[in-house]
């Protein structure tokens, strides 16, 4: 049974920082990719950052958190991490951690773990 939980979320000022952490089982973690993405109410869901497979050799990220979001990968503990600093309001959405097999259509979602930032 394929599982992707996330964790970590809650609500901080601005400037704040906070890591999400994504537990994955039932699939082959280091094969895949794994991706944040977040909905802000009102709004599409939305790329966040990515970290290749295997080693996590490369790492892609949305241009309003470069520089301030940090992602990263343990193979042995199957869990991916998103590391947020210097928060800011706009980046309150639920966040969505998501599993996909390179260059196939397989891909794993979790349930998603509120970040609200505000003052």
């Known amino acids: 049974q394929v599982q992707l939980v996330e964790s970590g979320g809650g609500s901080v000022q601005p400037g704040g920082s906070l890591r999400l952490s994504c537990v994955a089982s039932g699939f082959i973690f280091s094969q895949y990719s794994m991706r944040w993405y977040r909905q802000a109410p009102g709004k599409e869901r939305e790329f966040v950052a990515e970290?290749?497979?295997?080693?996590?050799?490369?790492?892609n990220y949305e241009d309003s958190v470069k520089g301030r979001f940090t992602i990263s990968r343990d193979n042995g503990k199957k869990t991916v991490y998103l590391n947020m600093n210097n928060l800011k309001p706009e980046d309150t959405a639920v966040y969505y951690c998501?599993?996909?097999?390179?260059?196939?259509?397989?891909?794993?979602w979790g349930q998603g773990t509120q970040v609200t930032v505000s003052s």
């Open positions: 970290i290749s497979n295997a080693l996590g050799t490369r790492r």
């Open positions: 998501n599993a996909w097999l390179t260059r196939t259509p397989v891909q794993y």
